[in-house]
């Protein structure tokens, strides 16, 4: 069974702090995303990576796939209110049916 | 449509009765997946469809549970005798497909079912 763990589960922090949540699976994935979820509607898709050790940047987010392709990093820097929300990571390997983990419920204080 | 829709939004259902939630995916997606979400988790896979293969059942927690998925389009998601238990934010999500690529999945905004 193909599992992803998010690390940490909760996570609470003070406008303008810098943050890292952690994406981890024994098993390899030709790609992982990651989405965020704000209450009351679905999760919307933030990134894609495929290449293992691809790190891609999106604004004040950094997304980080690991070198074997069985972990993810999420670095956001200098957190705003806005960013508060459900962060879901979500890998697909082979039959394409995606495995979403655990999430990581972000709550950043004005 | 523009994105996925379900309906109900919200359906709170006494203990014992069956309940159908509703998907329609976006125009032209293959794939078709039901999550369900409890509060404040992640989301738990349910089942999935492609196309016109046989749908991977696989994440079902009993056989209360069932779904179909009609003219490889809108699905119905049946829970039948609900339990307490089954009470959690049902998600569907659709995708293109292409080949050794993954796509950006859609979700819709879910159903959140109570039973009492």
């Known amino acids: 069974t193909q599992l992803l763990e998010q690390s940490p589960q909760f996570l609470s922090i003070q406008e303008g702090e810098n943050l890292t949540v952690y994406c981890n699976s024994s098993?390899?994935?030709?790609?992982l995303q990651w989405y965020r979820q704000e209450p009351g509607e679905g999760p919307v898709l933030l990134v894609t990576v495929v290449t293992g050790g691809e790190v891609k940047k999106l604004k004040r987010l950094t997304f980080q796939f690991g070198d074997a392709r069985k972990d993810s990093s999420l670095h956001i820097t200098a957190a705003q209110p806005g960013d508060t929300g459900l962060y879901l990571c979500a890998g697909a390997a082979g039959t394409y049916k995606y495995i979403f983990g655990t999430g990581t419920r972000l709550k950043v204080l004005a | 449509g523009a994105g996925v829709s379900q309906s109900p939004s919200n359906k709170v259902t006494e203990k014992g009765k069956d309940v159908e939630l509703r998907c329609d995916p976006i125009?032209?997606?293959?794939?078709l997946y039901w999550y369900r979400q409890s509060l404040g988790q992640g989301l738990e896979f349910l089942i999935y469809?492609?196309?016109?293969?046989?749908?991977?059942k696989s994440g079902l927690p009993s056989d209360r549970f069932s779904a179909e998925r009609t003219g490889g389009s809108v699905s119905t998601l049946t829970i039948q005798r609900t339990q307490q238990e089954d009470s959690a934010v049902y998600l569907c999500?659709?995708?293109?497909?292409?080949?050794?690529?993954?796509?950006?999945?859609?979700f819709g905004q879910g159903t959140r079912l109570t039973v009492v």
């Open positions: 098993s390899v994935f030709s790609s």
């Open positions: 125009s032209g997606h293959t794939a």
């Open positions: 999500a659709s995708t293109g497909t292409k080949i050794r690529v993954i796509t950006e999945a859609f």
């Open positions: 469809f492609q196309g016109n293969s046989a749908p991977d």
